[in-house]
Every structure is written in structure tokens, then in C-alpha cells.
């Protein structure tokens, strides 16, 4: 597998904290894309490459 993608919630601060911590990278983000609970909020597109991935895992031993 080459590329892992996801998306959040702008206002998901906790997600978007533990995707990062994981070695996820934001790539764009989509304003105001989606209509939550009566409120317009943004979708952060992030992703993850198998180099990023293997870096990480190299360092943590």
C-alpha cells in the first residue's frame, strides 16, 4: 500500500491531534463543507505515504 487518506472534522481537535501524532500530514482543507448540528464546518483531508510510514516506524525502535 502505497497512500492511506482520511478526513475530519475541522472542529475535531482530539482526531486531528492523534492523526498527527501517528504521522498523518493535513493536505487541504475543505471550508465549510459540511452542515453538523445546524453549524457549517470545515473536512481536513490528510494523509499518510508508505515512506512517511516506514520512516516513522524505523525511529521508534
Same mark, same amino acid.
Given at each position: /500500500? ?5 478526513? &475530519?472534522? !475541522?472542529?475535531?481537535? %482530539? #482526531? %486531528? %491531534? $492523534?492523526?498527527?501524532? &501517528? !504521522?498523518? $500530514? &493535513?493536505? !487541504? &482543507? %475543505?471550508? =465549510?463543507?459540511?452542515?453538523?448540528? !445546524?453549524?457549517?464546518?470545515?473536512? $481536513?483531508? /490528510? *494523509?499518510?505515504? =508508505? ?5 516513522? *516506524? *524505523?525511529? #521508534?525502535?
Amino acid at each position: /500500500m502505497h497512500r492511506i487518506q482520511l478526513e &475530519v472534522y !475541522g472542529n475535531n481537535h %482530539r #482526531a %486531528r %491531534r $492523534v492523526y498527527e501524532k &501517528v !504521522g498523518f $500530514v &493535513v493536505e !487541504g &482543507v %475543505r471550508r =465549510d463543507a459540511a452542515l453538523r448540528e !445546524g453549524e457549517w464546518t470545515d473536512e $481536513v483531508l /490528510m *494523509s499518510l505515504l =508508505d515512506h512517511e510510514w516506514a520512516a516513522l *516506524s *524505523s525511529t #521508534a525502535r
